[in-house]
């Protein structure tokens, strides 16, 4: 059996349904956009670590080589 509030809440649900889809689609393409922007942040400091390796690399053998002399 169902009650007035029920068939009040059909409706609204129904109603709302446009609503309620853009609503969702924004949400859906915001998290997309979060995630894409971790994803290149992730890919930047990876990027960097390995200069700064490359970097840190470069200095040690430049030391040494003084050192040897």
């Given amino acids: ?16 349904q ?6 969702d689609r924004r949400e859906a393409n915001a998290q ?3 995630f894409a922007l971790v994803h290149e942040l992730e890919r930047r400091r990876a990027k960097r670590l ?7 690399t470069e200095v040690s053998g430049g030391e040494l080589r003084e050192a040897a002399e």
């Fill in 32 to 34: 997309l956009r979060c």
């Fill in 18 to 23: 446009r609503v309620i889809d853009a609503f």
């Fill in 1 to 16: 059996m169902t009650t007035d509030t029920d068939v009040e809440l059909a409706r609204a649900y129904i109603n709302g």
């Fill in 50 to 56: 390995q200069q700064s390796s490359e970097t840190a």
